[in-house]
T-cell receptor
Framework: EAQVTQNPRYLITVTGKKLTVTCSQN?????MSWYRQDPGLGLRQIYY???????DKGDVPEGYKVSRKEKRNFPLILESPSPNQTSLYFC??????????FGPGTRLTVL | LAKTTQPISMDSYEGQEVNITCSHN???????ITWYQQFPSQGPRFIIQ???TKVTNEVASLFIPADRKSSTLSLPRVSLSDTAVYYC?????????????FGTGTRLTVIP
């Protein structure tokens, strides 16, 4: 089944404790992206990647890192999480400009 | 970066046709217009995509005027299960950049 998977689905952590949210797709898509969703602000893009080793900042990259060492994986790294990064995170993949396939989301709470 | 403006919310009765308009005055020549649907706590789901004129698929139609500064998503005969947030997205492949802007979307509530 074609899908985008994210792990973990739920995470509660404390300020400053490094964490990684994994994202994997099995559709051989070149393009992958991370979004965060907050009430009243809609979906905002954090980082995107157009292919392996090619990443770029979206609208809200501060406090986040990404890497794209393999085509299928695009992990989101929070080196020192803060409470303002409490949010619902979505990973997505697509082939070029075509429709994006979204993962199920990761709900992160930073205390 | 082309950004979009949509109504914050809309209500409709079951069985009616719903039209949601999106404004994108700064759309670039190589930008496409894409609409997504999102239910609570789920990732957005692709509905339809177009470049100009009219596009129709099994769930919706997309109308784009000649100047492409706006677009209208048309949902025929909505049901309660169409209650969701609808996002208009403008973007496309550009050399060295492909960031996309979702905005806050339009919250559609279908009333029995």
């Amino acid at each position: 089944e074609a899908q985008v998977t994210q792990n973990p689905r739920y995470l509660i952590t404390v300020t400053g404790k490094k964490l990684t949210v994994t994202c994997s797709q099995n559709m051989n898509h070149e393009y992958m992206s991370w979004y965060r969703q907050d009430p009243g602000l809609g979906l905002r893009q954090i980082y995107y990647s157009m292919n392996v080793e090619v990443t770029d900042k979206g609208d809200v990259p501060e406090g986040y890192k990404v890497s794209r060492k393999e085509k299928r994986n695009f992990p989101l790294i929070l080196e020192s999480p803060s409470p303002n990064q409490t949010s619902l995170y979505f990973c997505a993949s697509s082939r070029g400009r075509s429709e994006q396939f979204f993962g199920p989301g990761t709900r992160l709470t930073v205390l | 970066l082309a950004k979009t403006t949509q109504p914050i919310s809309m209500d409709s009765y079951e069985g009616q046709e719903v039209n949601i308009t999106c404004s994108h005055n700064n759309i670039a020549t190589n930008d496409y217009i894409t609409w997504y649907q999102q239910f609570p706590s789920q990732g957005p789901r692709f509905i339809i995509q177009g470049y100009k004129t009219k596009v129709t698929n099994e769930v919706a139609s997309l109308f784009i005027p000649a100047d492409r500064k706006s677009s209208t998503l048309s949902l025929p005969r909505v049901s309660l299960s169409d209650t969701a947030v609808y996002y208009c997205l403008v973007g496309g492949l550009k050399t060295g950049a492909n960031n996309l802007f979702f905005g806050t979307g339009t919250r559609l509530t279908v009333i029995p």
